[in-house]
């Protein structure tokens, strides 16, 4: 059964950093694009972050560019989300999703499978 999980959120401080990261099982992740997605209480889920197959495209929602930065490493069949100069308003659940490819607006239902996601919460 393909399935991703996803780890590395916690509480941190603003200003703080944290690396999530999205390991595949059952399946190989190199044929596929990995996008990360937020879903902050109250709001709708939005795409933050994406990664072509072999990493040479990389999007980034304009609320977090330079703060995160996405990464991949095929050979450990894991993608990865370092986010940087946290702020309050980053808490949210992150989750992370396969597709085929990016996509310019980054629709969720281009997207399957999908982790359970992963708490953030910045705070002082």
């Known amino acids: 059964q393909a399935q991703l999980v996803e780890s590395g959120g916690g509480l941190v401080q603003p200003g703080g950093s944290l690396r999530l990261s999205c390991a595949a099982s059952g399946f190989a992740l190199n044929y596929d694009a990995i996008g990360w997605f937020r879903q902050a209480p109250g709001k709708e889920r939005e795409g933050v972050s994406c990664i072509s197959p072999y990493g040479g495209t990389k999007k980034y929602a304009d609320s977090v560019k330079g703060r995160f930065t996405i990464s991949r490493d095929n050979a450990k069949n894991t993608v990865y989300l370092q986010i940087d100069s946290l702020k309050p308003e980053d808490t949210a659940v992150y989750y992370c999703?396969?597709?085929?490819?990016?996509?310019?607006?980054?629709?969720?239902?281009?997207?399957?499978?999908w982790g359970q996601g992963t708490q953030v919460t910045v705070s002082s």
């Open positions: 999703a396969a597709s085929a490819f990016c996509g310019t607006y980054m629709l969720s239902a281009d997207y399957s499978p």
